[in-house]
């Protein structure tokens, strides 16, 4: 069965750094786009980042852009989200999620299938 297991979180000061990992197991990873959509207490999900089948696109949340990247090793069926400069503002529970097709789709949950359990990233002011 499709898996997806997030590490990484964690407490941080705000301007320091984390990256976030996401092993995929259960599918053939290189043939779907995955994503990262976040959750703070009280609020909807939101995406945050997607990359295609081979990496060679990505898409980030305009919030995040030169803070945020996201990448791919298809060879160890892990997706990472490098995390820099945070914010108390991006202080949520990161969830690792497939696309539901090899290109990225739109920054909705609805164009994801599967999703980790998610990983909590506390920002401190």
């Known amino acids: 069965q499709v898996q997806l297991v997030e590490s990484g979180g964690g407490l941080v000061q705000a301007g320091g750094s984390l990256r976030l990992s996401c092993t995929a197991s259960g599918f053939t990873f290189n043939r779907r786009a995955m994503g990262w959509f976040r959750q703070a207490p009280g609020k909807e999900r939101e995406f945050v980042a997607a990359?295609?089948?081979?990496?060679?696109?990505?898409d980030i949340r305009d919030s995040v852009k030169g803070r945020f990247t996201i990448s791919r090793d298809n060879a160890k069926n892990t997706v990472y989200l490098q995390m820099n400069n945070l914010e108390p503002e991006d202080t949520a529970v990161y969830y690792c999620?497939?696309?539901?097709?090899?290109?990225?789709?739109?920054?909705?949950?609805?164009?994801?299938?599967?999703w980790g359990q998610g990983t909590q990233v506390t920002v401190s002011s």
């Open positions: 999620t497939r696309g539901r097709e090899r290109q990225i789709g739109a920054p909705v949950p609805q164009d994801y299938d599967y």
């Open positions: 990359i295609s089948w081979t990496g060679g696109s990505a």
